[in-house]
């Protein structure tokens, strides 16, 4: 009688449950792995390991978009192996690019007639359009110091503290000196008449932003525009305006059609625009739009024909997908000015509901004001007890992400915590966020106290005026417990 033997060891894997075969007891590997495993085996592994990242749609950190209709993530997804960059291939999504180019450019009131093609390219984000717009500004600075005889190594670009670390980088990457203008407690955006009296002739442009990262409020265009137009009057200088609309460049339309901070105004020669925030698209699309064809100069645009044809290019990379352009498209298209202008009332009906709740509360100071960005930024009155980065740090235990932060400069004193509104934050949502930090403020309240208590105790009980006799592990049981008793026993406390 012949008896088989089985070998675990040299079993075919791949047929075998994931969780039953050796993968997943393997350390995962920081080199690449000499062997293959079975494809299921990688999802498993990788999609375990990404269950321990925080959920997207409860990231309120974030400005960008989380949620999409499953019918575009179709169009997404049947377009993920496209090339941009291949015009002469895909010229249908290269159409659908200009079409999304002359929507937007309409929609920030460009100068063009309706048989124009408006002057602009999709980037991967609002941050690469910033570098291409700034770039443009640099190249044109230089082109007029050189015909007037003059020297043009020293370019400058006025901005307020508030901006986005984007115009740091164009500053630091592109040699161009970055004057801030200083923020003050209570005043949390640029000053237009302070960045004006910054403004020399060397500045190639100023930039303003509309709907600032720490508070969302939209800065004066129009009281900058005004003034840089009498300061260029009185000195013969040509300075002009840049507008970072990464996040209000799809809000201001919507809801406050007559603020003007577009191309109506004469010096706004360039804005950028995220397609990925509040234009209601997945990460990696942004917009840059310009006044005219002689706001972008012609050495600055590339010509390639080894693609087939010969196909303009300004952009930094070159191979991008396609797959966001399109989504854009799809948005434009799909919700058209209503379906946009409804949206974003809603968002700003929900900033509201929870301003009102964070504010009931007693204990925080709102900094964000009721116009600009659907977003709540506030600080807590009385910081000697906890702090925000406390608050911040407890909700995560309910799965919030909700950033703790400081001002820049000149207001460095100030913490505060910001709450992004988008799309897919409904009212239930905002009345959950707001319960979930009255339990952390209770909890956190409980603890200070007593702590406090806890340390006059043992402050009287000291003979010869040490401060404390127990040891700190003592100190913390005690809290532990006292919290344990006053607030639930059911739940971790965040002593």
């Keep these: 009688m012949v008896l088989s033997h089985a070998n675990s060891m040299t079993r075919d894997d791949s047929v075998a449950s994931t969780f039953a075969s050796r993968y997943v007891r393997e350390q995962l590997p920081y080199r690449m792995p000499g062997r293959s495993i079975p494809r299921e085996a990688a999802y498993q592994i990788i999609n375990d390991e990404l269950m321990l990242d925080g959920n997207p749609r409860l990231n309120l950190a974030s400005f960008v978009t989380t949620w999409m209709e499953p019918e575009c993530d179709k169009l997404i997804m049947g377009s993920i192996n496209k090339n941009y960059v291949d015009m002469d291939e895909y010229p249908v999504t290269t159409e659908l690019q200009n079409r999304c180019v002359n929507m937007i450019a309409h929609l920030f009131n460009a100068p063009i007639k309706e048989d124009e093609t408006a002057v602009g390219v999709g980037t991967v984000g609002s941050s690469e359009a910033i570098m291409l717009a700034g770039l443009a500004f640099k190249r044109k600075w230089q082109n007029r110091r050189k015909e007037q005889g003059k020297p043009c190594d020293k370019p400058n670009i006025v901005t307020g503290a508030n901006v986005q670390v984007c115009w740091e980088k164009f500053a630091r990457y592109f040699e161009v000196e970055l004057k801030e203008v200083k923020l003050s407690e209570g005043y949390y955006v640029m000053d237009p008449v302070k960045a004006v009296e910054m403004v020399d002739e060397n500045t190639i442009c100023v930039a303003a932003i509309l709907g600032s990262t720490l ?21 013969g200088w040509d300075v002009p305006i840049h507008v970072d609309a990464a996040s209000g460049g799809f809000i201001a339309p919507f809801l406050y059609p007559e603020l003007e901070w577009d191309f109506r105004l004469p010096l706004v020669k360039s804005i950028n625009v995220s397609g990925h925030k509040y234009g209601l698209v997945y990460a990696g699309v942004g917009w840059v739009i310009w006044r005219s064809k002689e706001d972008l100069p012609e050495e600055l645009i590339f010509h390639i024909n ?25 948005q434009l298209i799909r919700l058209g000015f209503e379906g946009y202008k409804n949206i974003m009332e809603n968002c700003m009906e929900n900033a509201a509901i929870l301003r ?24 807590l009155k009385d910081s000697s007890r ?22 820049p400069a000149d207001a460095e004193h100030v913490a505060v915590l910001r709450v992004v509104i988008r799309e897919d934050f409904s009212r239930s949502l905002s009345e959950r966020l707001v319960n979930d930090i009255l339990k952390i403020l209770r909890e956190l309240d409980a603890c200070a106290t007593h702590a406090v208590r806890v340390s006059s105790a043992t402050a009287a ?5 040490v401060v404390s006799k127990k040891s700190v592990l003592e100190i913390e049981r005690d809290v532990v417990a006292h919290w344990m008793n006053a607030v639930n026993k059911k739940k971790t406390g965040p002593c």
Excluded at 310 to 329: E, H, M, R, V
Excluded at 356 to 377: C, D
Excluded at 461 to 465: I, L, M
Aim: aromatic share 14%; charged share 20%.
């Design 215 to 235: 508070t969302g409020e939209f800065e004066d265009v129009k009281l900058l525009n005004d003034l840089l137009t009498e300061k260029n009057k009185e000195t």
């Design 306 to 330: 080894y693609l087939g044809t010969d196909q303009p290019t300004f952009t930094l990379n070159f191979s991008k997908g396609s797959s966001q352009i399109i989504a854009q498209y799809y």
């Design 356 to 379: 009102e709740g964070v504010a009931a509360t007693g204990q925080f100071e709102i900094l964000s004001k009721e116009t600009g960005v659907p977003l709540v930024a506030f600080s």
């Design 386 to 407: 906890f702090t925000v980065f406390d608050i911040s740090e407890n909700l995560r235990r309910f799965g919030w992400i909700v950033p703790a932060y400081t001002m």
């Design 461 to 465: 009980q000291s003979d010869d005026g």
